[in-house]
């Protein structure tokens, strides 16, 4: 047996709707076709995407929200500094680096549940304002 990609991730929330929002405003990332499962929740795809990549799981109290040993879940992006310009209009802090040896842009912040969300951005991106050139 071997494995040939990473298939989703999920996350639980005490707050779908927020949850959604967040993760269709900042990532644009759409709810699609989900089973009729018996608990609230949704499948998020990427856009022009067929597979869900990210499912949430509704309706969970707060203290159910903890960090597990995942610690964190990345996505490929496009528009660094778009992304960054959204992170700070919402007033979200970020944590940005470069991938040693690579130059790969990592855009590190948190979502309304506290898991860790990184978009990797390729490295002939332009800098963020603010920022020196690569």
Do not use: C
Request: charged share 20%; no cysteine; glycine share 12%.
């Amino acid at each position: 047996m071997s494995v040939s990609a990473m298939n989703h991730f999920t996350i639980l929330t005490d707050d779908l709707d927020a949850t959604l929002a967040f993760y269709g405003d900042l990532l644009g990332l759409r709810p699609g076709e989900r089973p009729p499962f018996t608990f609230p929740g949704a499948w998020l795809y990427a856009q022009g995407g067929n597979d869900p990549i990210l499912h949430v799981i509704g309706g969970r109290a707060s203290a159910e929200l903890i960090k597990g040993v995942i610690d964190h879940m990345a996505f490929t992006a496009q528009d660094l500094p778009g992304a960054v310009a959204k992170l700070k209009a919402r007033g979200l802090s970020y944590d940005l680096r470069r991938l040693p040896g690579y130059g790969t842009w990592q855009l590190f912040f948190m979502d309304p549940n506290g898991a860790k969300v990184e978009l990797d951005f390729d490295a002939a991106e332009p800098a963020p304002a603010g920022w020196p050139a690569a």
